[in-house]
Nanobody, 116 residues
Framework: QVQLVESGGGVVQAGGSLRLSCAAS????????MGWYRQAPGKRRELVAT???????NYAISVKGRFTMSGSSAKNTVYLQMNSLKPEDTAVYYC??????????WGQGTQVTVSS
């Protein structure tokens, strides 16, 4: 009953910035946390950042200091501000909602390409 739609992906040069958005819609559900994941070609999907309902954010070491995750309850949206982008950040970025009942909901993903 939950739909997640990512947006904001695109092509940027190394050192540039991009902001991703993930809008949630559908039936109301108890959320444990939301997260951003990414998957590069030939690589396993990896965690980028998570945010709890209390606003606590955790980041992967690879993006810490460069990426910022935030959320807007009023807009039912979470964001990922990406600064100082590197070619290795190139991947499809996915939004994930983890419910308090142990259910995962995934968006379709948005492509981020960082050129050197």
């Amino acid at each position: 009953q939950v739909q997640l739609v990512e947006s904001g992906g695109g092509v940027v040069q190394a050192g540039g910035s991009l902001r991703l958005s993930c809008a949630a819609s559908g039936s109301s559900i108890s959320i444990n946390d939301m997260g951003w994941y990414r998957q590069a070609p030939g690589k396993r999907r990896e965690l980028v950042a998570t945010i709890t309902t209390g606003g606590t954010v955790n980041y992967a070491i690879s993006v810490k200091g460069r990426f910022t995750m935030s959320g807007s309850s009023a807009k039912n949206t979470v964001y990922l501000q990406m600064n100082s982008l590197k070619p290795e950040d190139t991947a499809v970025y996915y939004c994930r909602l983890y419910s308090s009942y142990g259910e995962n909901y995934w968006g379709q993903g948005t492509q981020v390409t960082v050129s050197s």
